[in-house]
Every structure is written in C-alpha cells, then in structure tokens.
C-alpha cells in the first residue's frame, strides 16, 4: 500500500470509529453549537465601555443611551442580530454619584416599543421606566432624577409588558454603579477593568448560522447551554493582583446560577444587591437568582501561573489566567459599613404575596397582570412586612425570584428562620423557593406607581406581575 492510501485508509476508520462512538447527531451537534468546534477557543472577556457624563458640573450628569438593532460575533465568522445601548449588544455602565442629579436622554431606535428600568434605583415612580412608561419607535424618553441611596451594583433594562423577556434575551441591558462616601474610603479593589470587575452573565442557544435560538413552550423556556459573560463565549481573564473584586450580574431570563471556583477555594461576598455587607462574608458557592447580583473578592494568591476557572455548577464559565508574580493587594476591611433595620412602626401593615406558576405562565395572589389595575395602596415612608409564599406549580427552576420596585428593603426570615449572612444586606430581588414563606421589611421613599414581580422574565411577561401605588 503507498503511503496516501494508508493515510487514507487510517483516516476512513478514524471517522468510522468517531462516529460510531458519538453517533451522529451529538458530531452534528458539536459542530453546530461549538464546545471547541467553530468557536474561537477562548476570548478576552469583554468589558463594557463606562458610559461619558456629557455634562461638566460635578454635580450633574447626562447621559445619552440609545436602544437600536445591531449584529453581534459571538462566533468566529458568524453574525448574531442583536439589540444593544449605543452599541450591538448589552450597554455601557452607568456610574453615577451619591446626591449627583441625573438627566437621561432615552432614544429608541427599535422598530417596537420599549421601557427602560432602573433595575434597583430609589426613583419616582414616573422615572421608575417600568411598564406606563413606554417609549415608541423613533421616540425618546428623558428621565431625571437625584440619586439618593448607598453605593450599590444595579442594573438596567427593558420593562415593556410582554415583550421584555424577548428584548433582554437579544441584549438590552446594562449596569449602574452607584459611589458614595464609603465606597470612595474602603480599601477595596476599584480600578475599573484591572481588578475591579463586572460579571454579566447569561445562558444563551445559538442556532447554526450564529443567530440566537430563544426558545419558549407552554412548559417554559429552554435553558441555554452556552454560557455568555459581558457578550463574550468562552471567556478568559488576565489576573496579575491577588485580589480580585467581580460584581456578578444574573442578567438571564429564567436560570438560577450556582457559582463557586474550580479549586473550590473560598472567596468573600462583600455586597448584596442594595450595597454592601456589614462585614466580607466567606463563602464556597454563592447562588444568583434571575436579577440578583452580588459582589465577591476573589484571593488568587499562592497561584501564580496557575489556570482557575469560575464554575456554573459543574460547568466552567470563565478561565482565569493568573500570571506570575502576582501584584499583592492591600488588606480589605473588616468592617464594610453599618446597616440598620429598617425602623417599624408598633403596627406594621401586612400583605401577603401568593406566587403560583403554570409552565411559562404565572399569577400573583390569583391575579394575572393588568395594567389597568392597582393591585395595593402604600403610604409612603411607612414600612411593612410582606409575606412572599410560592405554593408551587410547574417549572424548571424550584422557585421564583421576587422583585419589588422603588426600594431596597430587608429579608426577616426564610421559613421562619433568620437568612444566610449573605442576605441580611439590601435587596430588590429575593429568591422564594417553592413551599417557601419569606418576610421581608419594606419602605417606600418615593410615590408613584411601581411593579413587583417574579423576575423570570417570562413569567413577568405572562402574567406574574402586580403593580401598587404609593401616596
Ligand atoms: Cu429588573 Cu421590574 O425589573
Ligand atoms: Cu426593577
Ligand atoms: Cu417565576
């Protein structure tokens, strides 16, 4: 035999032997969603741009975010259509300071409506960007308003009834940090893209020719099995100091993330979704509802040179390439900040919150949303206790995150008992798995009309949303 037909031949059995080892359709399916195939190995994770103040005060800012149509290479070679804030995909962060004013310009260049929320932010009701707001085609909205809350990792998107799960699944959203006093004097990592890093992470399907393949069925919606952070597959980071500071984001329409490090080291979580701990909490794996984001301070010291990876459960998500000679970093502090209770008066008004789910269709204490409708009157500056219960239904994540507008309020108890440290900061949005009760504390600053709701965005958009006023 010459030497091409052995090669030939050798060759012929390789692919017999592949085939009959993996079958068909799992080849078919490797070539056509990547793991390794057609995708460009590994990618410098993303940073998103800070968006430029085009006002000179220091005391105000404007800003300008336009929402428009745009294609994004996720893929090496292919186009994915997308949505994007002045860019293709995602929005710069907003990084806004304590007692600073804000004016907004809001451009919508879609060819359907929008809103914009501030997903976190103590606002009035008319600036809230939920769904009354909306914004028509070729229109713009300009929201204003004084920023008057602890420093804090918030978020933005769109918030149209029905069509919001759709908008932020091709990619409109973007994060807003807030500074104040005491993040400015913390020793603490904050040199933005060095060791200060945000994490908006997202599960996505990709279809052959690049474009994603959002799937939704009466049961509910098809999780991604590719993971995206900050718009970027198969994600690596350069790390060169010891300390890391990464501001997770859970930017996805319906999946439950379950992060922790491939070398199962501790790291700590010095901020919940409204601000930061009293003190850096310890922790192995840390969980992320839908909406939630947290902030963790990762040690990589005595790793020099060495690969550690963020997982998803048993999934890695992003390579940290840690260089050698690691930049050593100063000691952060024991003591983050001071949180009160949220001071209550002798008696407390009660609601309760009944979350019920049918596949990807949801009602909240029996009720499907109407716009039309206000579910609750609130006073203003009054706090509450709400009772959020989930009795159950049929779904893929074991619960509903529970998201209430124009306020951080308290967790009091899960199931009677006191919440994990991690949880006794500042929260918007509160994980309430099914069977579970869970009280929280509640004030509102601002009046106006507000939602809350299950922040899987497609039981939001199916129902699962109620709106109050407060006076
Ligand atoms: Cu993250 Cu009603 O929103
Ligand atoms: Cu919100
Ligand atoms: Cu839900």
């Not at 390789?14 to 078919?28: K, R, S």
């Not at 006002?55 to 428009?68: C, H, Q, R, S, V």
């Not at 902030?295 to 992003?318: C, H, P, Q, S, T």
């Not at 990807?360 to 204490?365: F, L, V």
Request: proline share 4%; with cysteine; charged share 25%.
């Amino acid at each position: 035999m010459s030497k091409n037909k052995k090669f030939t031949l050798i060759t012929m059995i390789a692919i017999l032997v592949i085939v009959i080892l993996f079958g068909f359709t799992q080849i078919y399916s490797l070539v056509t969603k990547g793991f390794g195939f057609g995708w460009k190995s590994l990618n410098p994770l993303e940073m998103p741009v800070i968006l430029e103040d085009k006002n000179n005060d220091p005391n105000i800012a404007d800003y300008e975010l336009i929402a428009k149509e745009g294609e994004t290479e996720f893929i090496e070679g292919l186009k994915t259509d997308t949505l994007g804030y002045n860019g293709s995909y995602l929005g710069p962060i907003l990084r806004i300071k304590r007692g600073e004013k804000v004016n907004i310009s809001v451009k919508n260049q879609l060819e359907v409506p929008t809103t914009l929320h501030w997903h976190g932010l103590l606002v009035d009701g008319e600036q809230d960007g939920g769904p009354l707001q909306g914004i028509e085609p070729k229109q713009s909205w300009n929201p204003s308003f004084i920023v008057n809350q602890p420093a804090a990792t918030l978020w933005y998107h769109p918030h149209f009834a029905g069509t919001t799960a759709n908008q932020v699944y091709f990619g409109l959203s973007g994060l807003i940090y807030i500074e104040d006093e005491i993040s400015n004097k913390l020793e603490l990592p904050k040199e933005y893209g060095v060791n200060d890093i945000p994490l908006i992470v997202q599960d996505r399907n990709f279809q052959k020719d690049g474009n994603f393949d959002y799937r939704t069925s009466m049961m509910g919606v098809v999780p991604g099995e590719v993971i995206i952070i900050n718009g970027t597959v198969n994600p690596y980071l350069e790390i060169s100091e010891e300390k890391i500071r990464l501001r997770v984001l859970n930017a996805s329409n319906s999946e439950y993330f379950k992060f922790s490090l491939s070398n199962n080291d501790s790291f700590q979580q010095i901020a919940s979704d409204g601000g930061f701990l009293e003190k850096p909490i310890s922790m192995n794996t840390i969980s992320l509802a839908p909406g939630e984001r947290a902030e963790i301070i990762v040690d990589f010291k005595g790793n020099d040179e060495k690969k550690i990876f963020l997982m998803n459960d048993n999934m890695k998500i992003l390579e940290f390439k840690i260089s050698e000679n690691l930049k050593s970093s100063i000691e952060i502090d024991k003591t983050l900040t001071t949180i009160e209770e949220i001071a209550i008066g002798d008696n407390p008004v009660q609601r309760e919150f009944v979350l019920e789910s049918m596949g990807i269709s949801g009602t909240i204490n029996g009720k499907y949303y109407n716009m039309e409708r206000i579910d609750e009157e609130v006073n203003i500056n009054e706090t509450e206790i709400w009772a959020i219960r989930n009795i159950g239904g049929m779904m893929q994540t074991g619960g509903h995150p529970f998201h209430i507008h124009g306020t951080q309020f308290q967790i009091i108890s899960r199931d009677g008992k006191k919440p994990p440290l991690g949880e006794r900061g500042f929260k918007d949005t509160v994980f309430v798995r099914v069977g579970e009760e869970v009280l929280v504390r509640v004030r509102f600053k601002y009046k106006g009309i507000y939602m809350y709701h299950c922040h899987i965005l497609e039981h939001e958009d199916n129902g699962m949303m109620g709106q109050f006023e407060v006076q």
